[in-house]
């Protein structure tokens, strides 16, 4: 997990992700809610968000890490995520 090592607290982080090619990330207003409502699950426990734009095939995120327990919190969501990163990967290079 030395990815994690990278995060530092009050410190501003740009989340963005786009899709493949022409394809959509938010296809439906129900996968707008989906993503929110997981963002909230996962996200809002480690970070302060400040502002979002989501568009059908990418979106921008800018959160503030609130705390030194991110690491903590982010091995113990890990597990519990695979919904979240399968939703958001759907579209993605990586799932390709």
Do not use: W
Request: hydrophobic share 40%; aromatic share 18%; net charge negative.
């Amino acid at each position: 997990m030395k990815y994690l090592d990278k995060f530092h607290p009050d410190n501003f982080y740009h989340i963005f992700n786009h899709a493949v090619g022409k394809e959509n990330l938010f296809n439906y207003h129900d996968n707008y809610i989906f993503f929110l409502s997981k963002f909230d699950d996962y996200v809002s426990p480690i970070a302060k968000t400040f502002c979002y734009c989501l568009m059908p095939n990418h979106f921008h995120i800018l959160v503030q890490i609130r705390d030194e327990d991110i690491i903590r919190t982010l091995a113990k969501n890990n597990d519990e995520s695979l919904d979240f990163h399968k939703f958001v990967l759907q579209s993605s290079a990586i799932s390709k």
